[in-house]
């Protein structure tokens, strides 16, 4: 008789460690989509070593921006900072944004001059984006927007790819560093 409970047993264990599992996972994403939805000011700090940070996504019709908060981690120069925001902003939204950068897109590193952060991507974000104006603009801008937005001291954006000065993206002339436009900012 007591062989009969036993796979009884370890059923009921294994239920138990699934159910426990999905619990924990659900929350860890509950909270990134809560944190999503938040509309914080440049950085805050938060309890426990991180930064809020807000991303700029495309709307879900596709006509502008919208923010994302994200939780990353603390840091104490504003180049690692600005290369966990590229991260992020690479990663996607959790929200019910679209995601402006490629998945497959790659940064090599993030420097910041004085007021200007240079981005130097992979070939896989030139490579991995659609073609159009209004997602290259989303794309660019995405960018500028976060980083700007970010770091008070960043007003401009300058764009390398696999290390070299990139004339133009499509439509848009990145001779220059650009600075951000707020202006493309949508409400959800």
Known sequence: MKQSNRPRRRMALLLSAFVISALV?????????????????????????????????SSPDGTGLVREAREIDACSETATCAEEVM??????????????????????????????ATVDFGKEFTDGLPTGSSSEMAAVYSVIDSLAFNFPQIRKVKFLVEGENVKSFGHLDLTEPLPPDFTLERKK
């Open 25 to 57: 996972i659900g929350a860890l994403i509950y909270r990134k989509y809560e944190l999503s939805r938040l509309k914080p000011s440049p950085p805050l700090t938060r309890e426990g070593g991180t930064l809020l940070v807000t991303l700029f996504f």
């Open 87 to 116: 991260e992020e902003l690479i990663n996607g939204p959790v929200g019910d944004t679209s995601p402006t950068l490629p998945s497959t897109a790659t940064f090599r590193s993030v420097r910041v001059d004085g007021d200007t």
